[in-house]
């Protein structure tokens, strides 16, 4: 049976974790012993313990590095180490002894465009003037006209083309020469040298008094086959 603990002023008992006497108050021995076993070996007992191992810990130490260095000099060939790469620019460069190597410019496939034949350049005939000077009175056809003057034909025609002529130099355009012969409307046996093709009297009134600044002469008048 275990010896009781008492506390060694006042001799109340007392357990083994208790610091201080609950009747007196007198801090116990074995309370401090019990502190110091928790709080575990001092610095001084620390050093005194690892004393034994550290030295030979320390000199294995130095023994693999020194192991480790002559493995290193003796696996070496004496051989230059290799050239590092070096990319510089768009070449690939190597420091050195090592080659240059160069890629291969970039090509770029061009597609010639076929050969084409440039088609033969045809030149139409140009149209023909809006208001030419010279012109026929188209056939069978019913309308109005300027009449410029009129020729017996027994003068000839050449008589009313050169009357013709004076009026196209005179600035006057679409003039021609009729026979009358060929139309009810007038007198037969006459040139007539007349201007214009016009639909209605109006249009043909409307270019009258142009017609006669060159002849004073013209008048209207409405052609009938």
């Known amino acids: 049976?275990?010896?009781?603990?008492?506390?060694?002023?006042?001799?109340?008992?007392?357990?083994?974790t208790q610091e201080y006497c609950l009747t007196c108050g007198a801090r116990l021995a074995h309370a401090r012993a019990?502190?110091?076993?928790?709080?575990?070996?001092?610095?001084?007992?620390?050093h005194q313990r690892a004393g034994p191992w550290l030295l030979p810990a320390l000199?294995?130490?130095?023994?693999?590095?020194?192991?480790?260095?002559?493995?290193?000099a003796i696996s070496g060939d004496g051989s230059e180490p290799e050239a590092v790469s070096t990319a510089t620019g768009g070449n690939l460069t190597v420091?050195?002894?090592?080659?240059?190597?160069?890629?291969?410019?970039?090509?770029?496939?061009?597609?010639?465009?076929?050969?084409?034949?440039?088609?033969?350049?045809?030149?139409?005939?140009?149209?023909?003037?809006?208001n030419p000077a010279a012109i026929t009175w188209p056939r069978d056809r019913r309308g109005w006209t300027?009449?410029?003057?009129?020729?017996?034909?027994?003068?000839?025609?050449?008589?009313?083309?050169?009357?013709?002529?004076?009026?196209?130099?005179?600035?006057?355009?679409?003039?021609?020469?009729?026979?009358?012969?060929?139309?009810?409307?007038?007198?037969?046996g006459y040139y007539v040298v007349f201007q214009g093709v016009y639909d209605s009297e109006v249009e043909a009134t409307s270019s009258l008094q142009r017609?006669?600044?060159v002849v004073p002469s013209a008048y209207q008048r409405e052609i009938v086959p």
């Open 146 to 188: 300027i009449v410029l003057l009129s020729l017996p034909q027994a003068n000839g025609r050449a008589a009313a083309e050169a009357k013709a002529k004076e009026a196209r130099s005179g600035g006057l355009r679409r003039v021609g020469i009729l026979d009358s012969s060929r139309y009810a409307s007038l007198h037969p």
């Open 95 to 130: 420091t050195g002894q090592a080659t240059t190597l160069t890629p291969p410019e970039p090509t770029t496939a061009t597609t010639e465009p076929p050969a084409t034949t440039a088609p033969p350049t045809t030149t139409a005939p140009p149209p023909p003037p809006a």
């Open 211 to 213: 017609a006669r600044a």
């Open 34 to 46: 019990t502190a110091a076993a928790r709080a575990g070996p001092t610095d001084a007992e620390r």
């Open 1 to 16: 049976m275990t010896d009781e603990l008492r506390c060694p002023r006042c001799d109340a008992p007392v357990e083994p």
């Open 59 to 72: 000199l294995g130490l130095v023994i693999a590095v020194l192991g480790t260095g002559a493995a290193i």
